[in-house]
């Protein structure tokens, strides 16, 4: 008895094993449609979602990742709000972590491509309060100019407001 409850076991959990394989490999398509079709948001839920059924982040999921990453972000938007930072902190994280892990793999398209988003975003803050600190610098300097140049001319009037982070002019002809 005990010898058929250990092999019904080792079916039911090598069926579910494979069950979850498949599931993966369905969920990893989603994820290159979706790029492909440049939803690089849905590719990262996608690429959630089959690293969740494996259990942990594979190579392939991690490089699609990436790829998606740089594509949404956007670093003229940086300092708009924090979740841009959080994507940079991310994206950083996993090229690091891609790099680190392919590197005896030897050189190819992907480890050069990913190299070179690493390096692309080195110039960004680093850490929370580096990213803090930056904020700061900008508002200190966009509130020299906020209100300065309002003025009232015979041709119109120039306002200048301030509104997340960024200098918006308006001119009334």
Do not use: W
């Not at 409850?5 to 498949?22: E, Y």
């Not at 690089?40 to 699609?64: M, N, P, V």
């Not at 070179?116 to 803050?125: A, L, N, Q, T």
Request: with cysteine; proline share 1%.
């Amino acid at each position: 008895m005990k010898i058929i409850t250990t092999i019904f076991l080792i079916f039911i959990s090598t069926l579910l094993f494979a069950q979850g394989g498949a599931m993966a490999d369905l969920k990893f398509e989603e994820a290159e449609i979706a790029f492909n079709n440049q939803d690089y948001e849905t590719t990262i839920k996608k690429l959630d979602e089959f690293d969740k059924l494996l259990g942990s982040i594979k190579d392939k999921s991690l490089y699609l990742r990436i790829i998606s990453q740089n594509k949404l972000f956007e670093p003229s938007k940086l300092y708009e709000n924090e979740s841009n930072f959080n994507l940079l902190s991310s994206l950083r994280k996993n090229s690091s972590a891609y790099l680190k892990a392919m590197e005896s793999n030897g050189l190819d398209e992907r480890y050069r491509e990913v190299y070179g988003i690493s390096e692309k975003i080195e110039k960004y803050p680093k850490d929370k309060t580096a990213f803090q600190l930056e904020i700061k610098k900008i508002n200190d300097n966009l509130d020299k100019y906020v209100g300065v140049y309002d003025s009232n001319t015979n041709l119109g009037a120039i306002h200048i407001t301030k509104d997340n982070n960024r200098l918006y002019i308006k001119c009334y002809l």
